[in-house]
């Protein structure tokens, strides 16, 4: 089992581009989430789904727009993307326990 | 949402025990004790949970206090892999909630 896999690895954006990251997984879980951790911090939630067809926002959703494609993949959309979005972002999927990705490095200048 | 209080860094020798506290003061009734772990570079992973009473997996032990106010995680034998950031967190639920980090405990294993 591959568990969640996040793509790509790393990205380097300039300001005011745009890029999907991509989130799967292969557990059959309904629950799906994203985070974003700045250096020496924890995760902070960005959006997450309850289930396929449904999402919410987190604690720091500006700046970001999500979709649930199917019950696998949950996507996060930067649409104009700024330097205060350079961050280390985080999928997860979960049915009780979280199951992490390995992260997207994101760096906008 | 409850929150928790953890020192920020801990430093263990290889193979001895390490005990990280928690202080949960505020937590509910229907509150869950979780623990995940970070290491360098890598997503978080659950490590342990729990509700009222001790747990133990195989990879660590989790001592509940009485009053719920706070709680233990317990490496029984720290290793150069333990070397991680842990996060004490509280769900309202077993099986549905979002997690929400605080900035845990470095934990630093010397050989």
């Known amino acids: 089992n591959a568990g969640v896999t996040q793509t790509p690895k790393f990205q380097v954006l300039k300001t005011g581009q745009s890029m999907t990251l991509q989130c799967a997984q292969d557990?059959?879980?309904?629950?799906m989430y994203w985070y974003r951790q700045d250096p020496g911090m924890g995760l902070r939630l960005i959006y997450y789904s309850a289930s396929e067809g449904t999402t919410d926002k987190g604690e720091v959703p500006n700046g970001y727009n999500v979709s649930r494609l199917n019950k696998r993949e949950f996507s996060l959309r930067l649409e104009s993307a700024a330097p205060s979005q350079t961050s280390v972002y985080f999928c997860?999927?979960?049915?009780?326990?979280?199951?992490f990705g390995n992260g997207t490095r994101l760096t906008v200048t | 949402d409850a929150k928790t209080t953890q020192p920020n860094s801990m430093e263990s020798n290889e193979e001895e025990p390490v005990h990280l506290p928690c202080n949960h003061s505020t937590i509910s009734g229907t509150d869950y004790i979780h623990w995940y772990r970070q290491l360098p570079s890598q997503g978080p992973e659950y490590v342990i949970h729990g509700l009222t009473s001790n747990v133990n997996n195989r990879m660590a032990s989790l001592a509940i206090a009485e009053d719920r106010k706070s709680s233990t995680l317990i490496l029984h034998r720290a290793t150069l892999r333990d070397a991680a950031v842990y996060y004490c967190?509280?769900?309202?639920?077993?099986?549905?909630?979002?997690?929400?980090f605080g900035a845990g405990t470095q934990v630093v294993v010397t050989p």
């Open positions: 997860a999927s979960s049915v009780g326990t979280f199951h």
């Open positions: 967190i509280l769900r309202d639920s077993d099986s549905w909630g979002k997690l929400q």
């Open positions: 557990m059959n879980h309904n629950s």
